[in-house]
């Protein structure tokens, strides 16, 4: 096989590996500003989408303007994630040149999907892959691929070995000889769960006592549902606005994919939908919390609730995943200052990153590269891919770390 690392080599984001020409693994975007897409040109016979967040699926209808459109292969939530943010992306950038595609693009690509669930294996561009479950978000898989000529590559996606309250964490371990293996928390210990939760209520709870607002920025995918549930656990009025309230209600119809579907049913329910734009600046000046996108504070119901707390410190931002270098999000958390639509304003309110991580840490990717001793590993998806591939390498694991553009033949 040869593999040609598009995108998500020594970064996070616009994740994109092309085998043998033929067939592409996952087609993302990175989150910055402005959006960037996988490099080069590519024509692939079949797509395996890993799971449904932007930096994996975001530049997929691009795949769709041509004569020889590809197959996509997913599991059913994947689908309708890709195709959720898909429309989002055309309603916030179409008929731009941040937008690749078309609404044309969109269409075609429902028509070139291929749904499967986990442990079924299914050909793609001649290739025998199966999904198995990554415990990212719902619907997440790894897939393994096998070629023609026998060799096993397992491509990890996003993954994490540890259970959230919305997904159970991944434990399937199938054999493979080569693993492009996701590295975002390399260099870092988790806190335990419990703590992170416990804190995140406790500071939330105390925020709103004291007559404050606590906004909760939050992927849309996965991190708003799961802060959700914590509120519901932990007895918080909250709010719920942007994409996240399509999701949440679009989840419901996929029980298989969640740990346990009547406690999210439950989180739903307690939630309140915003459900007018005109609503936000009313919900913003009430002591409540409000989970809402963007999580990076990259677009999205954010870019009104931030600025109208951002003036008192008794007022709270409780960011609840990975700050992308170059977001919003990041520079806000860093600087205590953030572009907001084209102006930069400061901000006052108290920030705070809780690390309600979906991504296996230091611990959980070596027990997880433990199964893997004899293969080969290719470290991709991390801010210190390098650095992670030498420390592998240390320890006897035939490790590397490819480059944006580099073709690597295993």
Request: glycine share 10%; charged share 25%.
């Amino acid at each position: 096989m040869n593999l040609e690392f598009l995108g998500g080599a020594g970064e996070i984001g616009r994740s994109a590996l092309l085998v043998d020409d033929s067939l592409l693994l996952d087609y993302g975007m990175a989150s910055t500003t402005p959006p960037s897409y996988p490099v080069g040109r590519v024509s692939p016979e079949a797509v395996v989408v890993t799971h449904g967040h932007l930096d994996h699926v975001g530049a997929l209808p691009a795949l769709m303007s041509g004569t020889d459109r590809p197959e996509v292969h997913w599991t059913p939530p994947t689908r309708e994630f890709a195709l959720t943010l898909a429309r989002d992306t055309l309603k916030l950038h179409g008929n731009t040149p941040r937008c690749p595609f078309t609404e044309t693009d969109v269409q075609r690509l429902t028509q070139e999907s291929h749904t499967h669930g986990y442990g079924e294996s299914f050909d793609a561009a001649g290739y025998e892959v199966t999904f198995s479950n990554a415990g990212h978000i719902p619907g997440s898989a790894h897939a393994l691929v096998t070629g023609r000529e026998g060799t096993r590559l397992l491509y990890t996606g996003d993954f994490h070995t540890d259970s959230q309250r919305l997904v159970a964490g991944s434990t399937d371990r199938p054999d493979a000889d080569v693993v492009v293996c996701e590295s975002t928390y390399a260099d870092v210990r988790h806190e335990p769960r419990e703590q992170v939760e416990r804190r995140f209520a406790r500071e939330l709870r105390e925020t709103v006592a004291q007559g404050g607002t606590v906004v909760v920025p939050a992927f849309a995918i996965g991190r708003t549902q799961e802060a959700l549930m914590l509120c519901e656990r932990y007895d918080l009025d909250c709010y719920v606005d942007g994409m996240g309230k399509r999701v949440s209600r679009m989840l419901r119809s996929h029980p298989d994919y969640l740990r346990d579907p009547e406690a999210f049913s439950r989180a739903v329910s307690h939630a309140r939908f915003v459900t007018s734009p005109g609503q936000r600046e009313r919900v913003a000046a009430q002591n409540t919390v409000v989970v809402t996108t963007s999580g990076m504070l990259s677009g999205g119901p954010a870019m009104t609730y931030v600025p109208e707390v951002r003036g008192s410190p008794v007022n709270l931002l409780a960011f609840v995943g990975y700050q992308v270098e170059g977001t919003t999000g990041r520079e806000v958390l860093e600087t205590g200052r953030g572009d907001f639509d084209g102006r930069v304003l400061p901000v006052s309110a108290r920030t705070e990153l809780f690390e309600l991580s979906a991504h296996a840490d230091r611990d959980g990717l070596r027990e997880f590269l433990s199964s893997y001793e004899d293969a080969r590993v290719l470290v991709n998806h991390g801010d210190r891919c390098d650095w992670f591939a030498e420390q592998l390498r240390e320890d006897g694991v035939d490790a590397s770390a490819p480059e944006l553009g580099d073709t690597v033949e295993v």
